[in-house]
C-alpha cells in the first residue's frame, strides 16, 4: 500500500471515514495540511482550527504562512492492525500540498 516517492512515503488513511492520501516525510519537522484541501475535503474544518502564533515555513520555491492547527484523527491501515494517530498539523494559508503531510513530530507522540 506504500511506496516510496523522494523523500516521502505515501499511504492511503481513514479520516472522518473517508479514504485519503497521506504523506509521511522524513525531512519536514513538523505535520502540515493546505487551506484548499481542507477547503476541499472538511466543511466546517474552521470551527476546529487552534489559532496559533503566526509561523513561517519555507518550501523549496517560497514562503508560507500557518493560520493554525488542526487535529484530525487518522488510522493508517496495517496487516498485523491498524494504527490511530492524532497528530496535529499546522495549516498552510498559501500551499498548494494536496495530502496531509505528516512530518517526523508524529514521532514524539
Not at 477547503?39 to 509561523?55: C, E, I, M, R, S
Not at 500557518?66 to 492524532?86: A, F, V
Amino acid at each position: 500500500m506504500a511506496y516510496i516517492q523522494r523523500t516521502a512515503t505515501k499511504t492511503t488513511v481513514c479520516i472522518n471515514n473517508y479514504q485519503l492520501p497521506l504523506s509521511i516525510d522524513s525531512c519536514s519537522h513538523c505535520s502540515i495540511v493546505a487551506r484548499t484541501y481542507l477547503d476541499d475535503h472538511f466543511p466546517n474544518w474552521d470551527k476546529q482550527l487552534f489559532p496559533t502564533k503566526a509561523k513561517n515555513f519555507k518550501s523549496a520555491s517560497r514562503k508560507m504562512t500557518s493560520i493554525g492547527k488542526i487535529i484530525k484523527e487518522r488510522i493508517i491501515p496495517h496487516r498485523k492492525g491498524n494504527i490511530r494517530l492524532d497528530p496535529d498539523h499546522f495549516v498552510l494559508e498559501d500551499s498548494h500540498i494536496q495530502v496531509f503531510l505528516m512530518g517526523t513530530d508524529y514521532q514524539r507522540m
